[in-house]
């Protein structure tokens, strides 16, 4: 292992020989402006988007696409968060049966709990609007949220 990094020691030397520093400055600037240029095509890529539905929060798992240069931004400064009231989805009630807690056996009589299953187009359609710069191509499984008490 010393003698590798030996002669890598002593390459680099070599190597400082024959590549000036003006060289390596324009190689980092023109790698800079490659990859600008690059952002403006179109890409598409796997988001997590948190939704708030009535108070329940879920993560929804959606395919985007759009620009590069709104691709970066969503992914690193803009929140991707959205608020969505029950009454823009198309939902289903369904029963779901109870679990037992911590501790206790499971029993016969174990009351049912109700769920609200959010249909996924009508999620797509919702996340949609609320991030008009992004083209939501498909919306992945979510959770079923509880149902709101009235």
């Excluded at 002593?10 to 024959?18: D, F, G, M, P, V």
């Amino acid at each position: 292992m010393k003698r590798f990094l030996a002669l890598l020691k002593t390459w680099a030397q070599k190597l400082r020989n024959y590549v000036s520093p003006v060289f390596l400055a324009m190689l980092a600037v023109s790698f800079t402006l490659w990859y600008i240029s690059k952002l403006n095509y179109t890409y598409t890529t796997d988001f997590n988007i948190k939704v708030k539905v009535n108070g329940e929060r879920i993560v929804v798992p959606c395919v985007v696409e759009g620009k590069g240069t709104t691709l970066f931004g969503y992914g690193f400064y803009a929140s991707r968060r959205a608020n969505i009231p029950l009454s823009e989805l198309n939902y289903d009630v369904v029963q779901v049966p109870a679990t037992p807690e911590e501790g206790e056996k499971p029993d016969s009589l174990m009351k049912t709990v109700y769920k609200v299953r959010i249909s996924p187009i009508s999620m797509q359609d919702a996340i949609s609007v609320r991030f008009s710069d992004l083209k939501i191509v498909s919306v992945g499984d979510f959770p079923d949220i509880d149902m709101p008490e009235k």
